[in-house]
């Protein structure tokens, strides 16, 4: 019932940028927080960043922290991730996901889960 939809991927040279977008739909689907994900060939999912929308200060991995940035839409069912200074070890598999209410680690355990949008970065 819960569809999340990343977009925005691509190739991109080292040191460039992307914005990635991820938008949630559901019947009645009210996000209480929306998280990136990113999973390179041969190595596990990692949590990249989150945010709640109840509280003002974004969640990163300290390998993204500086110059990745996570932000709400208008829509609070829109999530986007702002990726700069983009480097060959960014490459991989993002993925959106969402959860309906609180979670005891925001890095591990929500519901839904998009598609996955390839990230490509060159050297």
């Known amino acids: 019932q819960v569809q999340l939809v990343e977009s925005g991927g691509g190739l991109v040279q080292a040191g460039g940028s992307l914005r990635l977008s991820c938008a949630a739909s559901?019947?009645?689907?009210?996000?209480?927080?929306m998280g990136w994900f990113r999973q390179a060939a041969g190595k596990e999912r990692e949590f990249v960043a989150a945010?709640?929308?109840?509280?003002?200060?974004?969640m990163y991995a300290d390998s993204v922290k500086g110059r990745f940035t996570i932000s709400g839409g208008n829509a609070k069912n829109t999530v986007y991730l702002q990726m700069d200074k983009l480097r060959p070890e960014d490459t991989a598999v993002y993925y959106c996901?969402?959860?309906?209410?609180?979670?005891?680690?925001?890095?591990?355990?929500?519901?839904?889960w998009g598609q996955g949008t390839q990230v490509t970065v060159s050297s």
């Open positions: 559901g019947r009645t689907f009210s996000p209480y927080a």
């Open positions: 945010i709640r929308w109840s509280r003002s200060i974004p």
């Open positions: 996901a969402a959860t309906g209410g609180p979670l005891s680690d925001y890095t591990r355990g929500y519901e839904y």
